[in-house]
């Protein structure tokens, strides 16, 4: 049987309330830093080929998500017009793919703004992840007021080893997690929307492509064109048609 506790308002006042308060203040703080150390030189014009690739896996994309709406004489030309390993607009030579990697790779001003985005985010969430293992660590601080299951216990309850514990409480150690891959609506009403900071994203993020990378984004949408399955939606309009009419009429 879980037991019930009772927390004691002091934790909400010197625990709770200040460990969110300097989450927000923590994340304002590093997009400002992040913002100061961007380089200042203006950004080049995009390359031509990358624009028109680009546009390629639009026109493919689209092609993909609207496939029902052509026939499928029509689905099989384009479908080759993109995906023919000869000439398709979606086929990337080995030595392009090759060639473009390592252009991307030896740009120093990319690499220096990959590596200042890393540190920003690296450096203030280490520091803040120690600062609230060594005050705040073993503390129940709040709890959630609709029960859950027992595979959510790991998640909320990190550093309390009490199985005793019903699930609903929350640790201090997961109220930090929470808040830091939570407050990305916060932190768009105050920053706004197109400079909100997600710290889930930037983790997933690290270490990651470069900017645009025409082998992964051609080679990926030709996969997902190779493997789709047409279906035509005219012959079922009419059925369709007929069923919405139906539920018109019964209303």
Same mark, same amino acid.
């Not at 029509?74 to 000439?87: G, I, L, P």
């Not at 790779?105 to 120690?130: E, G, H, R, W, Y």
């Given at each position: 049987? %879980?037991?019930?506790?009772? !927390?004691?308002?002091?934790?909400?006042?010197?625990?709770?309330?200040?460990?969110?308060?300097?989450?927000?203040? #923590?994340?304002?703080?590093?997009?400002?830093?992040?913002?100061?150390?961007?380089?200042?030189?203006?950004?080049?014009?995009?390359?031509?080929?990358?624009?028109?690739?680009?546009?390629?896996? #639009?026109?493919?994309?689209?092609?993909?998500?609207?496939?029902?709406?052509?026939?499928?004489?029509?689905?099989?030309?384009?479908?080759?017009?993109?995906?023919?390993?000869?000439?398709?607009?979606?086929?990337?030579?080995?030595?392009? %793919?090759?060639?473009?990697?390592? +252009?991307?790779?030896?740009?120093?001003?990319? %690499?220096?703004? $990959?590596?200042?985005?890393? !540190?920003?985010?690296?450096?203030?969430?280490?520091?803040?992840?120690?600062?609230?293992?060594?005050?705040?660590?073993?503390?129940?601080? +709040?709890?959630?007021?609709?029960? !859950?299951?027992?595979?959510?216990?790991?998640?909320?309850?990190?550093?309390? *080893?009490?199985?005793?514990? *019903?699930? =609903?409480?929350?640790?201090?150690?997961?109220?930090?997690?929470?808040?830091?891959?939570?407050?990305?609506?916060?932190?768009?009403? #105050?920053?706004?929307?197109?400079?909100?900071? *997600?710290? %889930?994203?930037?983790?997933?993020?690290?270490?990651?492509? $470069?900017?645009?990378?025409?082998?992964?984004?051609?080679?990926?949408?030709?996969? =997902?064109?190779?493997? #789709?399955?047409?279906?035509?939606?005219?012959?079922? $309009?009419?059925?369709?048609?007929?069923?919405?009419?139906?539920?018109?009429?019964?209303?």
């Amino acid at each position: 049987m %879980a037991e019930e506790l009772v !927390l004691d308002t002091a934790i909400r006042d010197w625990v709770l309330i200040p460990l969110s308060v300097v989450m927000v203040l #923590i994340g304002v703080l590093r997009y400002f830093v992040s913002k100061l150390m961007r380089s200042p030189a203006a950004s080049p014009s995009p390359d031509p080929k990358l624009v028109r690739e680009g546009q390629v896996v #639009i026109r493919a994309r689209n092609l993909r998500s609207n496939s029902q709406f052509i026939p499928a004489k029509a689905f099989k030309a384009r479908k080759v017009y993109y995906t023919n390993e000869e000439n398709g607009l979606l086929h990337v030579p080995k030595e392009d %793919a090759q060639k473009a990697q390592a +252009a991307m790779f030896s740009d120093p001003n990319m %690499a220096m703004d $990959m590596m200042k985005k890393n !540190l920003s985010m690296i450096v203030p969430q280490t520091l803040t992840f120690a600062w609230v293992n060594f005050f705040f660590s073993g503390f129940v601080a +709040a709890k959630i007021p609709f029960p !859950l299951t027992q595979r959510f216990r790991g998640m909320l309850q990190n550093g309390i *080893d009490l199985s005793t514990v *019903d699930v =609903s409480y929350v640790s201090s150690r997961s109220w930090y997690f929470l808040n830091l891959f939570g407050l990305r609506g916060l932190f768009s009403l #105050i920053l706004g929307e197109e400079n909100a900071t *997600d710290d %889930a994203q930037k983790m997933m993020q690290m270490g990651g492509g $470069m900017g645009f990378n025409p082998t992964m984004s051609l080679g990926a949408e030709k996969d =997902s064109l190779d493997i #789709i399955q047409h279906d035509w939606a005219l012959p079922k $309009m009419e059925r369709h048609a007929e069923d919405v009419l139906r539920k018109l009429l019964k209303k």
